[in-house]
Structures are given as structure tokens and as C-alpha cells.
């Protein structure tokens, strides 16, 4: 099976300047923003659902998808950046 990195070096940046947000994660502590952090969390639901195909390259590419559209909508309601807590995230990625 593959591993699910989190890696900021990793993470696209969606053409939005990532550095101007941040999270704030359920014990308080407040983090930089990743969106691969999201694709890991998809992903994750993925392998939960169908152990399988979860590494395919069909979901790899829809997870990918995925974050960025949540990445689109949660900079869209901030577009000069700030924090987010992280229900916020968990709520637009159900969404």
C-alpha cells in the first residue's frame, strides 16, 4: 500500500497564497494551513470505505479534486487569509 504524506513541500498551492491562513486545531494550538492535510483526511475516508481502490489513481486524482475545491471555498470566504478553526475545514470538506 502506499503511504499518505502530509508534507507541505508537498502540497500544492491552488494558486492561493497559502502562508495567510492558519488552523485552529481542536486542543487550541494554532498550525499553518496544509491542504494536503485535507487530501490525507479524504483519502483516509476512502480507505476506510473500500480498502482496495483507495490508492488508485481514479482517487488519487478525485482527492485531489476534492481539497482543492475545499481549499476554493474556504479561501473564498477569506481572501486576504486568516485562521480557520479546523470544524470549519471538517465542514466544507463533508459539504
Do not use: C, W
Not at 31 to 59: E, Q
Amino acid at each position: 500500500m502506499e503511504s499518505i504524506t502530509s508534507s507541505a513541500q508537498d502540497a500544492p498551492s491552488f494558486g492561493i497564497n497559502l502562508d495567510a491562513y492558519s488552523v485552529i486545531r481542536r486542543n487550541g494550538s494554532v498550525v499553518a494551513f496544509s491542504p494536503s492535510k485535507i487530501g490525507v483526511a479524504v483519502t483516509k475516508a476512502f480507505i476506510s470505505v473500500d480498502h482496495n481502490n483507495a490508492v488508485s489513481s481514479r482517487v488519487r486524482a478525485l482527492v485531489a479534486h476534492l481539497a482543492q475545491d475545499v481549499v476554493e471555498v474556504l479561501a473564498s470566504g477569506r481572501p486576504a487569509g486568516g485562521t480557520f478553526h479546523i470544524e470549519d475545514i471538517q465542514n466544507a470538506v463533508e459539504q
